[in-house]
């Protein structure tokens, strides 16, 4: 059974970082792209960075590029979110997944109905 674990959130100033984590058990086979994702009240699930199993492929959305490095670590089963220069407009529960995809295709790793497993999720409150 596969669980998704994140950690890391909180309250931070704008301009602050924080570093989320999403430690992953029962990955027993196959490789899983893991991905970040975001919901702030009223809105949609929106996608935020992912990456593949080994690490070739990263991908973000438009709104942290250049703000926002995922990374993994397959030893540890953990995949991170380090989010730099924060911004009220970050603010959100973000939310870890996981899935298996045959092809690494953007539009499918961006689009949270493609992902099987979730975490419960992690608040990111961003203070202005």
């Known amino acids: 059974q596969v669980q998704l674990v994140e950690s890391g959130g909180g309250l931070v100033q704008a301009g602050g970082s924080l570093r989320l984590s999403c430690a992953a058990s029962?990955?027993?086979?196959?490789?899983?792209?893991l991905g970040w994702f975001r919901q702030a009240p009223g809105k949609e699930r929106e996608f935020v960075a992912a990456?593949?199993?080994?690490?070739?492929?990263?991908y973000y959305a438009d709104s942290v590029k250049g703000r926002s490095t995922i990374s993994r670590d397959n030893a540890k089963n953990t995949v991170y979110l380090q989010m730099n220069s924060l911004k009220p407009e970050d603010t959100a529960v973000y939310y870890c997944?996981?899935?298996?995809?045959?092809?690494?295709?953007?539009?499918?790793?961006?689009?949270?109905?493609?992902?099987?497993?979730w975490g419960q999720g992690t608040q990111v409150t961003v203070s202005s």
């Open positions: 029962g990955l027993t086979s196959g490789s899983y792209t």
């Open positions: 997944a996981a899935d298996r995809f045959p092809i690494n295709l953007r539009t499918v790793t961006i689009n949270p109905s493609s992902y099987t497993y």
């Open positions: 990456i593949t199993w080994s690490g070739d492929m990263v």
